[in-house]
């Protein structure tokens, strides 16, 4: 290994450790071209990466955890459903032509970023509601007027759609199923999916993502380190790197607006959809 591939691999590992805490996902989707750019096979590429989310996953959420960002018990109702149905995932996969799955992905990702927006105006829209309830109240009673309530003064899982132990299993099983399915770590299916079922803010969904990554990142590195595909020097290079960067991202991400955290991960789906609708393209193209 030369002095710029470790370098390369330090630096991309440090900042998919950065995404990882940011934005909630494992990182694989910068560190598997990376690799395979750097002439490693595709399969060694997504073992390895695999071995580099484990480390990373685990630095971000134990600084979560440690500043109370954390919640365990749903961090585990979303990961064990996630981990069975990757398998279920994994066997549709090799069903499907790889253009399909691609294409069906960067449709996925669009939804994603439209759904986000829409959840978005519902809790609004609530709210508003409740706040105007508030405010009537006060005038029947002819009460003095005061501040409008907040989002941290709604009523405990009030703006969550459904019953909240379907809405972790159904978050947590559609992760596992799209994940397997489409070869990701799951953090851009699971953000977007508790913020619609779960209604978590996209902060605390992130802080979950990144828990629920630890248990299905090393599911997939088990099973790949039993088939001798992992690169363990490149993966823990990698992991290294990533380490630092969750350490820096997760200390930010609560003193970001949690408008500038969306519109960071829905430009991040943006860029995502472009890529893989190309790479669609390339494996019709070939064939």
């Not at 986000?116 to 509601?129: D, G, P």
């Not at 002819?142 to 909240?164: V, W």
């Not at 913020?195 to 590195?221: P, W």
Request: hydrophobic content about 50%.
């Amino acid at each position: 290994m030369t002095i710029t591939e470790l370098l390369m691999l330090g630096a991309a590992g440090i900042f998919a450790g950065i995404l990882a805490g940011f934005l909630g996902i494992g990182g694989g989707t910068v560190l598997v071209p990376l690799l395979v750019a750097l002439n490693y096979a595709p399969v060694e590429a997504v073992a390895t990466s695999g071995l580099s989310i484990v480390i990373t996953a685990i630095s971000g959420s134990i600084q979560n955890w440690r500043m109370g960002y954390l919640n365990l018990s749903q961090v585990a109702g979303i990961g064990f459903p996630a981990v069975i149905t990757a398998q279920i995932g994994a066997y549709l996969a090799g069903i499907f032509p790889p253009y399909l799955l691609l294409l069906t992905f960067g449709l996925l990702l669009w939804l994603n970023i439209y759904l986000i927006e829409v959840r978005k105006h519902l809790t609004a829209k609530k709210q508003a509601e409740l706040e105007q309830g508030e405010l009537r109240g006060q005038a029947g009673q002819g009460e003095n007027a005061q501040l409008p309530i907040t989002n941290h003064e709604l009523p405990h899982n009030s703006n969550i759609l459904f019953h909240p132990t379907f809405a972790k299993i159904a978050t947590g099983s559609a992760a596992g199923l799209l994940a397997g399915l489409f070869g990701v770590g799951g953090g851009v299916i699971m953000v977007p999916l508790q913020i619609l079922l779960l209604g978590e803010s996209i902060k605390t969904a992130i802080q979950t993502s990144l828990g629920v990554i630890v248990i299905t990142a090393i599911s997939a590195t088990a099973g790949h380190a039993a088939r001798g595909n992992v690169l363990w020097v490149v993966g823990l290079i990698l992991g290294g790197g990533g380490l630092l960067g969750a350490q820096v991202s997760t200390r930010f991400l609560p003193r970001l607006p949690d408008r500038i955290v969306s519109l960071a991960f829905r430009s991040l789906l943006a860029v995502l959809s472009i890529y893989v609708f190309w790479q669609a393209w390339e494996k019709f193209s070939n064939g």
